[in-house]
């Protein structure tokens, strides 16, 4: 049987997870916004500035363009493709990372509020966070912690979503039936049904993953707290 916290220690990891709460999950996610807003402005900036060298110079082909005619189209084609492709993807990359921090930090802790022998790391799941996320259902017994809430199942698409960008090259394939038809199903993301390739192509989804993530994150600390 776990020894229990004395009351002044628990105080402390309580303190600690309304920090955690405030300072981190609530201010950080808010600045990702932040910097996924300040890159659709540039974008916008550095459009109207390709925008009017066309117009001064109709024929124009820079180095940017590699050769290639600096017209409308090119336009579309570099800020639609930085913007969404490049930036977009990496905001996903960036913002799971941190998440997955942040799930660990909760689940050590979720051990030392209750004294627990057994680590984080000795439970597995299908991948790290599913481990994190049953050591606070099974061990910790968390009801947010559970895989059947809708919240963490859209998470599992963000982080196959992630997994796709980083190792397949934003590639899907028709095989991977359900992850493809959510692919398909997301109006903020587009897919070429010929290749397989898709790209983020809208700030929103950035938003979305961005609360969904916070949610969680604060359901599992409230329920800490309030436990």
């Given at each position: ?8 220690e628990?105080?402390i990891?309580l303190?600690?997870l ?14 990702f916004?932040?910097i996924?807003?300040d ?7 550095r ?7 066309i ?10 363009t590699?050769?290639r005619?600096?017209d ?11 913007f969404?492709?490049v930036?977009?993807h990496s ?18 802790v979720?051990?030392?509020l209750?004294?627990?022998k057994?680590?984080?790391?000795d439970?597995?799941?299908e991948?790290d966070i ?10 910790i017994?968390?009801e947010?912690?559970?895989?059947k809430l809708?919240?963490w ?25 359900k ?7 997301e109006?903020?993301?587009?897919l ?5 390739f898709f ?12 609360d969904?993530?916070k949610d ?11 436990k």
């Amino acid at each position: 049987m776990n020894k229990l916290l004395k009351k002044s220690e628990k105080k402390i990891i309580l303190s600690y997870l309304e920090t955690i709460r405030r300072r981190y999950i609530n201010k950080d996610i808010k600045y990702f916004k932040i910097i996924c807003a300040d890159y659709q402005e540039i974008a916008k900036k550095r459009r109207k500035e390709l925008e009017n060298q066309i117009k001064v110079y109709p024929n124009l082909s820079d180095a940017i363009t590699k050769g290639r005619v600096l017209d409308d189209s090119f336009v579309d084609d570099y800020t639609h493709y930085l913007f969404s492709t490049v930036i977009y993807h990496s905001l996903i990359v960036s913002i799971f990372s941190y998440f997955e921090t942040q799930l660990k930090i909760i689940c050590d802790v979720a051990q030392k509020l209750y004294n627990q022998k057994i680590k984080p790391e000795d439970l597995k799941g299908e991948s790290d966070i599913d481990g994190y996320r049953k050591y606070l259902d099974l061990i910790i017994n968390l009801e947010s912690a559970s895989n059947k809430l809708k919240i963490w199942q859209t998470i599992n698409y963000y982080r196959k979503l992630r997994n796709l960008i980083v190792h397949h090259n934003s590639n899907v394939k028709k095989g991977e039936s359900k992850l493809y038809q959510y692919i398909i199903n997301e109006t903020e993301i587009s897919l070429n049904e010929k290749t397989g390739f898709f790209h983020i192509d809208k700030p929103s989804y950035i938003d979305k993953f961005c609360d969904d993530i916070k949610d969680y994150l604060c359901y599992l600390v409230d329920e800490l707290k309030n436990k």
